[in-house]
């Protein structure tokens, strides 16, 4: 009699039958769609639909409140983002290596993560009616953030084999050399990671600013590249909407990739 064999399928087919659904959920709803995006910013209107090259981009570059929104997304990266990760990093320390007490509070941080931004928004706005200032927006986005890299840090700080803490002693390394020779080259590819996952965050605050001032113009502190798109969506400027989104697009893969290559040289 013949035995039947039966064919097994490689490790790299199985890995690709796996994120094929996957892939071509990201093809059909995120990269089609880009691409549409793309046309629509070289047009000049979706009707007549003649190409005028990068004339939107320029028209866009100039555009005064693109370039407030701009520098408001880009003062938001800049101010915020460090304060998130350095108290995220104390606490995680804290969290980590403290009194045990104080580690029994580490689902608190879990919180802002679980709690509806329209509640948080309306706390806030009792808050802080009387401060005519951008602060707001910054403790907002700041309270809301540290939670996520509190648990990442914390997990990579807990993660570390105390075994490698005690062979360092028995070599007669100090607590400095310690920390610097194993944690921070352990703990840095989660730094860098929660970095730019922080950086990708600023980028979508727009609905806790929506709802903290309630209205689609806010004051020109807090207009964000978010805003801008939104304003142009609802007056159905789809040019200067599908232009300004792919040079966001452009900007948060340029921070990704630079952060990416940091990463590389730096952790290894």
């Known amino acids: 009699m013949k035995v039947k064999r039966k064919k097994h399928l490689s490790w790299n087919v199985k890995c690709i039958l796996c994120l094929a659904p996957s892939l071509l959920g990201t093809l059909a709803f995120f990269a ?6 793309v046309y629509y910013s070289l047009i ?14 320029m028209d ?13 997304s880009l003062l938001l990266i800049v101010i915020c983002v460090p304060i998130v990760i350095i108290l995220a990093l104390i606490i995680s320390l804290v969290l980590s290596y403290g009194i045990k007490w ?3 509070t ?5 919180l802002p993560l679980v709690i509806p931004t329209a509640s948080i928004a309306l706390i806030w706005h009792s808050v802080f009616a009387s401060f005519d ?23 990579a700080f807990t993660a570390v084999d105390p075994a490698l803490f005690e062979a360092a002693r028995l070599d007669g390394a100090g607590t400095f050399t310690l920390h610097k020779k194993i944690t921070v080259p352990i703990v840095m ?21 929506y709802l903290y001032y309630g209205t689609n113009y806010p004051p020109d502190h807090s207009y964000t590249l978010q805003y801008y798109m939104n304003n142009n969506f609802l007056k159905l400027d789809y040019q200067s909407l599908a232009t300004s989104a792919v040079l966001t697009s452009l900007l948060i893969f340029g921070i990704v990739m ?10 290894q």
């Open 258 to 267: 630079g952060g990416m290559a940091l990463q590389k040289r730096y952790c």
């Open 32 to 37: 089609a769609p880009f691409i549409r995006v």
């Open 133 to 155: 200032s951008v602060i707001p927006v910054y403790l907002l986005f700041i309270w809301k953030n540290t939670g996520i890299c509190i648990v990442l840090l914390t997990a």
């Open 44 to 57: 000049d209107n979706q009707f007549r639909r003649n190409f005028v090259g990068f004339d939107n981009y």
């Open 102 to 104: 104080i580690r029994k």
């Open 60 to 72: 866009t570059l100039t555009n005064k409140y693109f370039l407030l929104a701009l520098k408001n």
């Open 106 to 110: 580490r689902a608190a941080f879990v």
């Open 189 to 209: 590819p989660t730094v860098f990671f929660v970095s730019l996952l922080t950086i990708v965050n600023s980028f979508k605050i727009f609905k806790e600013i």
